[in-house]
């Protein structure tokens, strides 16, 4: 075994204790209360960082959460890396739905529970772990390491495009790092060529000034919660096709090569579904499941609310009703022009009596990189040599909103080297990361330092 690797197979229960102590930090973007925390976390990793050698540590304040930047410059004629990560994590309600309490990170059956143990605090200990393998073996990496790790990225990225642009000059790179995806299975190493990108909307149908008692009222004036459903239902055809006028036009047609590498691809169809806990599949007409959540985009409502949802009943006609509705876009669609067509289709379909707004939350655009780029080889030596097998090419159909920034402030091949699996619950109660994934992506991003500063 060369040094490299005995050192990260000798530290490997300390790797996971310092990941628990960055998961014990509630770092919730989306919620205020967390707005400190979320700056703590960023100093916790910030110190993490200065502690493994890594200079020019910095916690850049923004309009929004920090973010947390770092060097390594000593490898002159090598490349440079921009490694990217988020240190927020979603919000870990239902509470009563964990096994163990969401920032009291918990081993069991080989699994790290915690809110944000995979998404993505996690793989981003992968790179701190793999980094501090390099300097304790060989005094220093083996290319020049820029580290971008942002606190918002589960709200859409709203501040990191600013500080993107203002530093672009000092965060000049050969190629883009992200672990922030998945794998194809357990032993199944893969790198993402593309993600969805999304246009996440909240719909509010307003009726009468307030409340009204549903007898007194009830069939003389429209109530906005059956008008909501009437336009929610509308928003989709009997295929499961998206009817928003000219919604499909940018769509990319998958070239027929493409497909069949989808189709061949070593996706476990029936395990994933297992996985959902879903009664059956369900999707768009003439398309594969695997094709349904890449190449394909959706439109799901998630969450709404009107009248009255307290125990037992209530005889009233709500004054409003809202739902959150997002759409999953694909290559190229893009959601600042899709935007307004929608929101003028949903005001069409609203019937009359009923008056319908549309709000634009956030939007990100979709991703797609060259699964051919040279640069792509060093990714997958590095997964050959980590998992003993050759990584695929897979698309994701999540979202990651700076890569499309990425591709405008910087254009360069992105390699995403990810280590998530199916059932890792992302997003959900009792997330967790299988200490399988987070050892072999700590051994890849190591080893794929190492292939990166032997060229592509
Ligand atoms: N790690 C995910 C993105 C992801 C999910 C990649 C599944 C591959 C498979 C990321 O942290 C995430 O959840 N992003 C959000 C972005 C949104 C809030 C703009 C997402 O996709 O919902
Ligand atoms: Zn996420």
Same mark, same amino acid.
């Given at each position: ?23 014990? $930090?509630? #770092?919730? #973007? ?112 083996? $290319?020049? !390491?820029?580290?971008? $790790? ?28 992200? #672990? ?18 999304? !246009? ?125 509705? #997002? ?55 590095? !997964? ?27 254009? !360069?091949?992105? $390699? ?41």
């Amino acid at each position: 075994m060369d040094p490299l690797t005995r050192y990260l197979e000798t530290h490997r229960e300390r790797f996971v204790e310092d990941l628990k102590a960055a998961l014990r $930090i509630p #770092s919730v #973007s989306a919620q205020p209360e967390h707005r400190e925390d979320t700056r703590r976390c960023a100093e916790h990793i910030a110190g993490h960082l200065r502690e493994l050698g890594m200079t020019r540590v910095e916690v850049v304040p923004t309009a929004g959460h920090p973010v947390l930047y770092g060097e390594w410059l000593g490898a002159p004629g090598k490349p440079t890396a921009l490694l990217y990560g988020h240190y927020d994590v979603q919000p870990p309600d239902p509470l009563e739905l964990w096994r163990t309490p969401p920032f009291e990170p918990t081993l069991r059956d080989g699994k790290l529970f915690a809110r944000g143990a995979v998404d993505d605090k996690g793989q981003v200990y992968m790179h701190l772990k793999a980094i501090e393998a390099h300097m304790q073996v060989n005094g220093g990496l083996p $290319i020049n !390491l820029k580290v971008v $790790i942002e606190g918002e990225e589960e709200v859409g990225s709203e501040h990191l495009e600013r500080f993107l642009r203002e530093r672009r000059a000092e965060l000049d790179a050969d190629v883009i790092v992200v #672990s922030d995806t998945a794998m194809l299975g357990p032993d199944q190493p893969a790198l993402c060529y593309g993600l969805r990108g999304i !246009l996440y909307t909240q719909i509010e149908v307003t009726g009468p000034a307030q409340d009204l008692h549903s007898g007194h009222f009830g069939g003389a004036v429209a109530n906005p919660a059956n008008a909501l459903c009437a336009i929610i239902a509308a928003l989709r055809d009997g295929d499961g096709r998206i009817t928003v006028p000219g919604f499909y036009d940018k769509v990319r047609t998958v070239p027929p090569g493409e497909r069949e590498m989808l189709r061949n691809s070593p996706f476990d169809e029936a395990a994933y579904l297992r996985e959902s806990g879903s009664p059956g599949p369900w999707g768009e007409r003439g398309y594969s499941t695997l094709e349904r959540i890449t190449v394909r985009p959706t439109l799901d409502v998630n969450g709404m609310w009107s009248g009255y949802i307290g125990e037992g009943s209530k005889t009233v006609l709500p004054s409003l009703a809202a739902a959150k509705v #997002s759409m999953r876009l694909v290559p190229h669609q893009d959601p600042v022009e899709l935007f307004p067509r929608f929101e003028a289709y949903v005001k069409k379909l609203a019937p009359p009596g009923v008056t319908a707004k549309v709000l634009d939350l956030h939007s990100a655009p979709p991703f797609l990189t060259d699964p051919a780029h040279p640069m792509l080889e060093a990714a997958r030596r590095a !997964l050959a040599r980590a998992w003993s097998k050759p990584a695929v090419m897979m698309l994701e159909g999540g979202s990651i909103p700076v890569m499309a920034t990425f591709e405008q402030t910087h254009g !360069l091949p992105s $390699i995403l080297m990810g280590f998530g699996l199916d059932d890792d619950q992302v997003h959900a109660p009792n997330e967790k990361f299988s200490l399988s994934s987070f050892h072999g992506g700590t051994r890849s991003v190591a080893y794929l330092y190492e292939e990166l500063a032997r060229g592509a």
